[in-house]
């Protein structure tokens, strides 16, 4: 049986080899960052990461148009807040979306992924949205 890790390299190999130009690569950058973050997660890259959630998830951006946005974001050059963590962040696993069939079905699931956990984040939403706003010209 394949780790967490190997499980999500074998994703990411998915992603970066898919001939889409929108990238769904960022998407599962973003969704694992978050799930997978814990106490020693640096700031910049839960706020990142919960940025590119929700503007895919929210504001229906590309994988291409999250990555500008991590683009633009990076040039403040500032100190990133710590967000607090969810107790359970997100029921779908990486192992999950690998058993979704490649291509369409595997691509929802991983729509569905960055929706789940963005939503385990709600406590921290309001504060990642008006950061969006404030910060980039979305």
């Known amino acids: 049986m394949a780790t967490q890790e190997e499980q999500y390299h074998e994703l990411a ?8 130009p929108a990238f769904i690569h960022q998407h599962i ?3 694992h960052a978050a ?14 990461a919960l940025a590119g959630l929700y503007l895919a998830v ?23 807040p710590t967000m ?4 359970a962040r997100g ?4 192992a999950e979306v690998l058993s979704a069939t490649p291509g369409e079905a595997r691509d929802a699931m991983i729509h569905a992924w ?9 406590d921290v939403q309001p504060q990642v949205r ?4 404030r910060l980039i010209d979305v």
């Open 13 to 20: 190999y998915y992603t970066l080899a898919h001939p889409d």
């Open 29 to 31: 950058v973003d969704a």
């Open 35 to 48: 799930q997978m973050a814990d106490a020693d997660t640096r700031p910049i890259k839960l706020v990142f």
């Open 58 to 80: 929210e504001r229906g951006f590309t994988g291409r148009q999250v990555q500008q946005a991590h683009m633009q974001l990076a040039k403040q050059g500032k100190s990133w």
């Open 84 to 87: 607090p963590l969810p107790e």
């Open 91 to 94: 029921t779908i696993t990486v």
């Open 114 to 122: 960055c929706a789940d956990v963005w939503a385990a984040y709600t």
């Open 130 to 133: 008006d950061l969006v706003k």
